[in-house]
């Protein structure tokens, strides 16, 4: 009788708990993204999980990055800002037997070319070793074949190390990664280098250069649709109709002469500027389908546009990004004026209201030193969120799921 | 070390995602069953990117398509009727033919609807502005700026009570009307006390009834003098005359003063709404020589200093604050550079020169002014005790000058510009 009353008393708590918390006001002009979502963006993994670094030689991180300090500052910097986030954030833990997950530090995408452009090329073959290396010296890769593990892999189509997509789906995800989470940039729906249970994360955008060009909120915007970049890749693809899936070359071909599309190929010093004089952003794929277009828009309070079939956006599960963007079917490109236009004024502000949130703008962001709130605190509750781990990852001694020999030739050479 | 093929070579250098007629081969080169026809075809492409890499087109790829015009299969993204073709043409023969046996990435992976591989660029028949988008677009561009001003709009808007001191002139017209219409927009309740010298006239009369706003016109029976120190006089004794009426009628607001040829900004009827008691606001001086002989440039004026000015510099007349954004002096025009050039006599042709401080920098509550207000600051003389001649700039209503409000972020934000131009002496004032 006391034991359910007790019960009673403790749901009767949670219940208004909860309403509590969902009652929560709005401040003006800002809008909290309210519900389960929305909070979930403040929510602190501290606590919630532990994390156990590998110990590497530093052939597969720090000696990569001395050979190309390039690499701290392109699209791809998130693997490097995780690692030294990492390693002073208090869910490290220095004793792996209570960790919960194990992050191994190896920078792929650091190998770049004289332009700046990471070559994918030895990557499998340095992933297979950081692989054998720690299955070798800790128990912890053969316990579960990498279940409890996750690996950063940032570049174009994630862990299927191919810059070209055809190449890329030829591949599929590295073998020894299928077990794994994998935190990557690219996301697509229905897609072979999109693994279940992955966490997507925004490129990496510098945030000191962001906030150096901040100006005034008074500063009306004039700008309708605002674009810089490329239409037809000139180099690989003159004619269209590859690069971005003919949806660039069809922006530039309905619209080159709208006013209302301030768009063109040019690289303006004021770009950062410009964009925060602008409504609306176009996010349209290129050779992947994510771009760091998507981190400035939300960051200036532009609303993206975003046309890209099936994408994946970042941290989907926290933030709703139908709710803050807008998405265009690339086969509606050549309407996009006219679905711009039909946007009620009010659905303009409120997208607007919710960009302006400051938690938004900093979960789009890898600051150094880390903040509260900030992309790798998502990445942590993705991880959070994903615990406790099944029973059914445990393997039993001695027992194999993947296959080590899978795979091209020539990524079984030693690196 | 990694042997570098000559393909992977030439994607060196570029973005990825080349589509050169070498992919082609490599798949077919790849597939196990080498069939005469697979081997004919690849002699024919072989041959026809030979051509190609003469002629500088994709040769072959029209080739096949007019080859396999009939036969177009429908997993590609076709091209409709009603869209314009450009010179890609080519899609569903291309996909068809580039990828024989590349497994994945058609509509054959299960449920996407994305297909890798080239595609059409979609054009719709008349790929221009539609002038009702335009119209619908402007309206929520300004749907979109009214909410970004309203998120800066004042709390509890006063009276702005401009004070003009005004006379019968050539261009009198000209900058009234330019008053006027600083006047008309702006946003919040506007008193104007118009003070004639000479008495009120029926021209000046007529052209501050097209404001629209409540104007009060007094006249002053001194005519103006024509010597610039007269005539700084003479606006002094004007403008106190018009507080008085301030007091008199107990108007409640902010005053301010607007000088009929000065030119105001709107961000400076915003920013004195957040004077307390008394404020003052930093004024760009546009002293310019009556000659032909102008100034060539004029530097960027926002932080100017007067210690710092440069030939070419606008000087800017205001406070100055220290470090810590209180107000710790004043930056006064400085007569020196123009020293024995300039006007004497209002029609002179030579420089014009603001007094050290002007009135117009100035602005003040108008309960400062009152009578009988209890919370009136202690640091205030009362209207009555001034005496007229001896007043040069509105400090002199204070007791203690350190109690000013700088405004417009402690004096860096230019809100007005300081003019002075009048008709040359020789010009026919229109009679009548």
Known sequence: ?415 | MMKLSALQQSYLNRRPGSFRGAAPLDSSADGANKSPAAVFWLVLHGLCCLISLVLGFRFSRLVFFFIFSTSITTNTNHFMAPFRQLTTTTTAADVASDLPSNPVGDAALNGTRVVVGRHGIRIRPWPHPDPIEVMKAHQIIERVQREQRNQFVVKNPRTVIAVTPTYVRTFQTLHLTGVVHSLMLVPYDVVWIVVEAGGVTNETAAIISKSGVKTIHIGVDEKMPNTWEGRHKLEAKMRLRALRVVREKRLDGIVMFADDSNVHSMELFDEIQSTKWFGAVSIGILAHSGGAEELSSFAAVEKEVEEKEKKQAIPVQGPACNASSKLAGWHTFDPQPYEGNSAIFIDDRATVLPMKLEWAGFVLNSRLLWKDVEDKPHWSRDLDSVVDDDIESPLSLLKDPSMVEPLGSCGKQVLLWWLRVEARADSKFPAG
Not at chain 1, 77 to 94: D, G, K
Not at chain 1, 286 to 312: K, T
Not at chain 1, 344 to 366: H, Y
Request: proline share 9%; aromatic share 12%.
């Open chain 1, 1 to 415: 009788m006391e034991i359910r009353n007790c019960v009673f008393a403790l749901i009767l708590c949670h219940a208004a708990f909860v309403s509590c918390a969902v009652g929560l006001g709005r401040n003006p002009p800002t809008e909290r993204i309210s519900g389960s979502a929305g909070d979930v963006l403040e929510d602190d993994p501290v606590g919630r999980l532990k994390v156990f670094v590998y110990e590497l030689p530093s052939k597969y991180n720090k000696k990569i990055l001395q050979k190309d300090q390039r690499c701290l500052n392109h699209m791809f910097a998130a693997e490097i800002y995780m690692h030294r986030f990492l390693l002073s954030s208090p869910v490290r833990t220095l004793n792996p037997a209570e960790a919960d997950w194990f992050y191994t530090p190896v920078y792929t995408t650091c190998d770049l070319t004289p332009n700046g452009l990471p070559l994918p090329f030895k990557s499998p073959r340095m992933m297979r070793s950081a692989i054998q290396l720690i299955s070798s010296n800790w128990p912890y890769w053969n316990r579960t074949e990498g279940a409890d593990h996750f690996f950063v892999v940032p570049h174009d189509f994630g862990a299927c190390f191919h810059y070209q997509e055809e190449k890329a789906i030829e591949r599929g995800i590295l073998t020894m990664l299928r077990r794994a989470t994998l935190v990557q940039t690219f996301g697509q729906r229905n897609h072979v280098c999109l693994k279940e249970g992955s966490i997507t994360v925004p490129p990496y955008a510098p945030p000191q250069k962001m906030q150096s060009h901040l100006i005034p909120e008074k500063t009306p915007r004039a700008i309708f649709v605002y674009f810089r970049g490329l239409f037809y890749d000139v180099g690989n693809d003159p004619e269209g109709g590859y690069y971005a899936r003919g949806a660039r070359a069809a922006v530039w071909e309905n619209f080159k002469d709208n006013p209302l599309f301030d768009i063109s190929t040019e690289h303006p010093t004021t770009y950062y500027e410009d964009m925060q004089r602008a409504v609306f952003c176009l996010c349209p794929l290129g050779w992947a389908p994510w771009s760091p277009r998507l981190v400035e828009a939300v960051v200036f309070g532009c609303i993206p546009v975003i046309i890209a079939d099936d994408i994946v956006l970042p941290f989907a599960d926290a933030i709703p990004w139908e709710e803050i963007g807008v998405f265009v079917d690339e086969k509606d490109v050549p309407n996009l004026d006219t679905i711009l236009t039909s946007i009620p004024p009010e659905t303009i502000l409120r997208k607007q209201r919710l960009l302006a949130n400051p938690s938004m703008k900093q979960a789009m962001l890898f600051p150094q030193p880390a903040q509260p709130g900030d992309a790798f605190h998502q990445v942590l509750n993705g991880l959070a969120r994903k615990l406790p781990h099944d029973k059914s990852i445990y393997l039993a001694p001695g027992q194999k799921v993947l296959n080590w020999t899978a795979g091209p030739v020539g990524d079984l050479k030693p690196w």
